[in-house]
């Protein structure tokens, strides 16, 4: 069986972009820009500031060279904050216009050059004050240097900006910002013009796709940001404008590297798309950041002939396939992992489900020590959290959660429930201040989550969701899942088995592959990633590998987890020596 592309709406099925329109007068959505704009610090505004050699790095990639004219290309900066990437850039486009066309009016013979946004008004102002500064030190007297920052600068939204004609070059770090601090009516302008803003995607998805369609025919856009879209759902539908419109010439993991000024949870990468036809993407990971190193870096990954042995640059064929997540890993893991999606089906289709524990949104409130919640006995259940089963078993530490829902459709009726009023009612400064209370009063009193009591009851595997290493534990039916867990039943597989393929370097190998890492080599244990594994039919797993998979896993042995996974999948020698094993 083929690996399905994650589900997507039908007006994603072929990219086409939205008009962008204009905004006369001041009304509601301007008042939402103005607001973004006068107000919030660096976090909320998604500001994250990269280092100069990074910043040199990306500008080689993308072929923005003060050996080349320059002054003939046009530059956008899509957010240019405190002019990481504008300042350098400028400078570079200064360097060459002296040396290649130094005429009497800089103002005519630059003003095209480069177009820079920034939305955040502070901001705006201080580094339009540096690039006048530089523009003086470059020869320009104050009146031109001023002229050409303010027709190069702007103030404003990116998003709902127009610009006349295309761009050669665009650069930067896009802001990484949560929807849940764009106001409503703003997020829904963009839903409206950026048919890549789906499901819970972060504002640089957009940003991305109004940069893709302002480049020229061959132009380049070279971005640092977050890896997440790169395989998670809300990133389908900007993958998909990718492999049918663009070329993903080169990936540059940044894992672990000091790249910007300050620390960061989330994978970041260098990503260089060129608006041409191509299949080869040139893919380096972890680069020391030293500026002589990252020259004979980009050198490597511009180059037609790659030599991993040297840079360790690799390229590979067809990373960006449709809506597919982008596998950017060695081919022979790849190889593998294609090998097993063609011979196995999905995990849920051989009778196992995947589930996450339930979000109460006011945890102080709707969680406590069992015996002390003080409420009916059939309104509250024992809890299972991550603490509970940290040794890989389970420790219950004795807490339980409040279920406030009927056996039938919708909650319970409080009047039938006097102690289970009285509590709720004594929380109800912190249960009613929830959004999803502000949003439905009447059931002001509900769980983020619908709590299912039979969760409880059945045997599951019990997986937290951020791990380096798997941790799979077993729990034999008497406990309901907290929302940092992810949890796998199957009325088919034999639980324990399955754990020890959950446990196997093969799992691990699907997780790493689909999955966004996190700062420190952490992986994501996710449903969505957990569902994209692969596993026969139990019927046809022989007794002697079901055997020693529940031994091995009973026993807590990984290297034998490992071996009787091996078996499991027929894997070849080849194969098990790129999984980590000895080929034997």
Request: hydrophobic share 40%.
């Amino acid at each position: 069986m083929s690996s399905s592309p994650s589900p997507l709406p039908s007006q994603y099925a072929s990219y086409e972009p939205h008009r962008q329109g204009s905004l006369p007068g001041f009304n509601p959505i301007s008042a939402a820009v103005e607001m973004l704009a006068t107000t919030g610090g660096i976090e909320a505004r998604g500001a994250i500031f990269t280092r100069r050699e990074v910043v040199d790095f990306l500008l080689d990639l993308t072929g923005y060279t003060n050996d080349r004219n320059l002054h003939r290309l046009r530059l956008l900066e899509p957010s240019f904050g405190r002019g990481d990437f504008l300042l350098p850039a400028v400078e570079r486009l200064l360097t060459a216009w002296k040396v290649f066309d130094k005429r009497d009016d800089p103002v005519q013979e630059l003003s095209d050059c480069v177009r820079a946004v920034e939305l955040h008004r502070d901001t705006f102002t201080e580094t339009r004050s540096q690039v006048i500064k530089l523009l003086i030190l470059n020869g320009l007297d104050s009146k031109q240097a001023t002229q050409l920052a303010d027709i190069w600068l702007i103030n404003g939204d990116f998003l709902l900006t127009d610009f006349a004609g295309e761009f050669d070059i665009v650069i930067g770090n896009p802001p990484y910002v949560r929807q849940e601090l764009i106001p409503d009516i703003l997020l829904a302008e963009y839903r409206n013009r950026y048919a890549t803003v789906y499901d819970r995607a972060d504002l640089y998805i957009p940003f991305i796709e109004r940069s893709l369609m302002a480049l020229t025919d061959g132009g380049s856009l070279g971005f640092i940001c977050a890896d997440r879209w790169m395989k998670n759902r809300y990133g389908g539908p900007l993958r998909r404008l990718v492999s049918e419109r663009f070329h993903l010439k080169i990936y540059v993991d940044m894992v672990n590297t000091p790249a910007f000024h300050s620390e960061v949870i989330a994978y970041p990468a260098i990503t260089v798309i060129a608006r041409e036809r191509g299949k080869t993407t040139h893919i380096a990971h972890r680069p020391p950041i030293e500026p002589q190193q990252l020259r004979v870096l980009s050198r490597a990954l511009l180059s037609c002939e790659v030599s991993p042995q040297e840079t360790g640059v690799k390229a590979l064929d067809g990373v960006a396939s449709g809506a597919e997540p982008w596998i950017l890993d060695s081919s022979d893991q790849l190889a593998v992992i294609r090998r097993l999606e063609a011979a196995f089906p999905l995990l849920e289709e051989t009778g196992s489900k995947v589930g996450i524990g339930v979000a109460t949104g006011a945890d102080k409130a709707f969680i406590g020590p069992l015996d002390e919640l003080d409420v009916e006995e059939d309104r509250k259940i024992p809890l299972v959290m991550t603490k509970d089963i940290q040794g890989g078993t389970v420790k219950w530490r004795g807490l339980g959660v409040i279920n406030p829902f009927s056996d039938g459709p919708g909650l319970v009726n409080l009047a039938e429930y006097p102690r289970l009023y009285r509590y709720l009612e004594a929380h109800k400064d912190q249960i009613a201040g929830r959004h999803c209370a502000q949003k439905a009063p009447a059931n002001w009193y509900r769980t983020i989550d619908r709590i299912t009591p039979a969760i409880a009851k059945k045997p599951k595997l019990l997986i937290p969701d951020i791990k380096g290493e798997a941790h799979i534990v077993y729990e034999d039916g008497q406990l309901y899942p907290h929302h940092n867990l992810y949890y796998i039943t199957s009325d088919i597989w034999d639980l324990k088995a399955l754990q020890a393929v959950l446990l196997s370097s093969v799992t691990r190998l699907f997780i790493a592959t689909y999955s966004t890492k996190m700062h420190g080599g952490f992986l994501r244990f996710q449903a969505q990633y957990l569902r994209r594994l692969r596993l026969p039919q139990w019927k046809d797993v022989p007794d002697v590998i079901r055997s020693k998979l529940i031994d091995a896993a009973e026993k807590r042995d990984i290297e034998a987890c490992n071996r009787a996974t091996f078996a499991l999948y027929g894997l070849s020698s080849d194969e098990r020596v790129v999984l980590g094993g000895n080929g034997e």
